[in-house]
T-cell receptor, first 111, second 112 residues
Framework: SQTIHQWPATLVQPVGSPLSLECTVEGTSNPNLYWYRQAAGRGLQLLFY??????ISSEVPQNLSASRPQDRQFILSSKKLLLSDSGFYLC??????????FGSGTRLTVV | KQEVTQIPAALSVPEGENLVLNCSFTDSAIYNLQWFRQDPGKGLTSLLLIQSSQREQTSGRLNASLDKSSGRSTLYIAASQPGDSATYLC???????????FGRGTSLIVHP
């Protein structure tokens, strides 16, 4: 069966520190992968999506970057976190014409 | 650009009521429409996926309908229970990139 793993679940980081959030998918190949951010009281904001290894599209200019080193691995990074980077980060995948499946999310608090 | 609106933004009802959650979208050239549930601090759980050629989908007490021509989808929840309390979101992929646009959600509270 297809599953998506996202970690860590919770993260508290100081301003200026680096960030690395990881997402992996099992049970499928060549999925489309997505990173979303959900800020308090706001909707889901698409940050990055990838249709294949090494292919990254950015939707919003920001302090974050994404990479896809393997077919089923998607990484969200930052070199120096800002307070405004706080939020709930969600990874998702889609295969073919099927719907989207989301990970359990990472709550990031930048202090 | 696709815009998705969900009405109402919040809903508080006593247990046992039948509920109607609405989702409207501006661009009818969609591939499908997906309803999700999100519990506080959790990820999104898929409830129903309706392909653009379908009119409705059912799962247990949930029924979702789709009217592409009018740009509307409705999620019916029958005999609501306190465990149904959550935020419900609809997502509409459209355009060549198949990127979904999400509504802001309907926050539902069902009182015992």
């Amino acid at each position: 069966s297809q599953t998506i793993h996202q970690w860590p679940a919770t993260l508290v980081q100081p301003v200026g520190s680096p960030l690395s959030l990881e997402c992996t998918v099992e049970g499928t190949s060549n999925p489309n992968l997505y990173w979303y951010r959900q800020a308090a009281g706001r909707g889901l904001q698409l940050l990055f999506y990838s249709v294949g290894i090494g292919q990254i599209s950015s939707e919003v200019p920001q302090n974050l970057s994404a990479s896809r080193p393997q077919d089923r691995q998607f990484i969200l990074s930052s070199k120096k976190l800002l307070l405004s980077d706080s939020g709930f980060y969600l990874c998702a995948w889609r295969a073919g014409t099927l719907g989207y499946t989301f990970g359990s999310g990472t709550r990031l608090t930048v202090v | 650009k696709q815009e998705v609106t969900q009405i109402p933004a919040a809903l508080s009802v006593p247990e046992g009521e039948n509920l109607v959650l609405n989702c409207s979208f501006t661009d009818s050239a969609i591939y499908n429409l997906q309803w999700f549930r999100q519990d506080p601090g959790k990820g999104l759980t898929s409830l129903l996926l309706i392909q653009s050629s379908q009119r409705e989908q059912t799962s247990g007490r949930l029924n979702a309908s789709l009217d592409k021509s009018s740009g509307r989808s409705t999620l019916y929840i029958a005999a609501s229970q306190p465990g149904d309390s959550a935020t419900y979101l609809c997502a509409v992929p459209s355009g060549g990139s198949y990127i979904p646009t999400f509504g802001r959600g309907t926050s539902l509270i069902v009182h015992p």
